[in-house]
């Protein structure tokens, strides 16, 4: 049981490049979540799932996209990367939506992203 | 502004020592507040995760007490490990509310050195 997996760890990109964040996750969840952490400010919320083929803004989308098109798989995408995207991104996923007490969100190992 | 606090910014302690960390929010409504650590290098792992109604929550060394009506929140460390050298982070769950959509506002952590 490998929990959440991120791919890759680590990746430089030049302004204007585009990429993809793959997040996986083996506990059956059905909700995922994309978040970004910076240096001073706590993580933000970029996009959340809470099904297959559903995907919802979070605090910071701007800039990102995202699909859930299995169950198991979150992709986060750049199209057109920023320094200003230069960041770590986590991926976590929990049973239930966020908004319930009870839940636990599992965090993946991170990604380290740089824009030059 | 951030409407969780937490100090102090960082911490070092000897190992087998007590420690306590504190976490203030201005954060309403409230529903829950919960504690992660987060490792060096990792994502955050979910320690804690109390209600209004919930004074003392523990989990093997670590106990986070909240004062709901103060909203003040502690986290106690005992008898410290070189393991448990991380940054401690406060994340306070907004009840359903116009506008907040029941999101989560991460403080921006105490980091925790503990020394042999």
């Known amino acids: 049981n490998a929990g959440v997996t991120q791919t890759p760890k680590f990746r430089v990109l030049k302004t204007g490049q585009s990429m993809t964040l793959l997040c996986a996750q083996d506990?059956?969840?059905?909700?995922m979540y994309w978040y970004r952490q910076d240096p001073g400010m706590g993580l933000r919320l970029i996009h959340y799932?809470?099904?297959?083929?559903?995907?919802a803004k979070g605090e910071v989308p701007d800039g990102y996209n995202v699909s859930r098109l299995k169950k198991q798989n979150f992709l986060l995408g750049l199209e057109s990367a920023a320094p200003s995207q230069t960041s770590v991104y986590f991926c976590?996923?929990?049973?239930?939506?966020?908004?319930?007490?009870?839940?636990?969100?599992?965090f993946g190992p991170g990604t380290r992203l740089t824009v030059l | 502004k951030n409407q969780v606090e937490q100090s102090p910014q960082s911490l070092i302690i000897l190992e087998g020592k007590n420690c306590t960390l504190q976490?203030?929010?201005?954060?309403?409504?409230?529903?829950?507040l919960r504690w992660y650590k987060q490792d060096t290098g990792r994502g955050p792992v979910s320690l804690t995760i109390?209600?209004?109604s919930e004074n003392t929550k523990s989990n093997g060394r670590y106990t986070a007490t909240l004062d709901a009506d103060t909203k003040q929140s502690s986290l106690h460390i005992t008898a410290s490990q070189l393991s448990d050298s991380a940054s401690y982070i406060c994340?306070?769950?907004?009840?359903?509310?116009?506008?907040?959509?029941?999101?989560?506002?991460w403080g921006l952590g105490t980091s925790l050195a503990v020394n042999p």
């Open positions: 976590a996923s929990s049973r239930v939506l966020q908004s319930s007490f009870a839940d636990t969100q599992y």
């Open positions: 506990m059956n969840h059905e909700y």
């Open positions: 799932s809470v099904g297959e083929g559903t995907t």
């Open positions: 976490c203030n929010y201005t954060v309403s409504p409230f529903s829950n």
């Open positions: 109390m209600t209004f």
């Open positions: 994340v306070v769950r907004f009840a359903a509310g116009a506008g907040n959509n029941r999101k989560l506002i």
